[in-house]
Nanobody, 117 residues
Framework: QVQLVESGGGLVQAGGSLRLSCAAS????????MGWFRQAPGKEREFVAS????????NYADSVKGRFTISRDNVKNMVYLQMNSLKPEDTAVYYC??????????WGQGTQVTVSS
């Protein structure tokens, strides 16, 4: 079993920056990809960014391209989301996701990001 714990959320003004962290309880031998999703109150959870584990190729939602960057630290078993030029519409609970090669999925508990106007 793998546990994911997000941290780094908080309250910032529009135009500010935050860096989210996702810590995995252990390194897996079958990681396919890791990513970030977000969910605002009353809204559906939506894709934000992902990283394919082999090679480190990244993908981003159009709404965050050029502003957010996903990265990883293999030694620390951590994934990060650097968020710059934040907008009020970025306000949501952000969740870390781990996808395994055989189809298994793990989710973190979420961390709140609030961007004031």
């Amino acid at each position: 079993q793998v546990q994911l714990v997000e941290s780094g959320g908080g309250l910032v003004q529009a135009g500010g920056s935050l860096r989210l962290s996702c810590a995995a309880s252990r390194r897996t031998v079958s990681t396919s990809a890791m990513g970030w999703f977000r969910q605002a109150p009353g809204k559906e959870r939506e894709f934000v960014a992902s990283m394919v584990w082999t090679g480190g190729n990244t993908n981003y939602a159009d709404s965050v391209k050029g502003r957010f960057t996903i990265s990883r630290d293999n030694v620390k078993n951590m994934v990060y989301l650097q968020m710059n030029s934040l907008k009020p519409e970025d306000t949501a609970v952000y969740y870390c996701k781990l996808a395994l090669t055989y189809g298994g999925v793990y989710w973190g508990q979420g961390t709140q990001v609030t961007v004031s106007s």
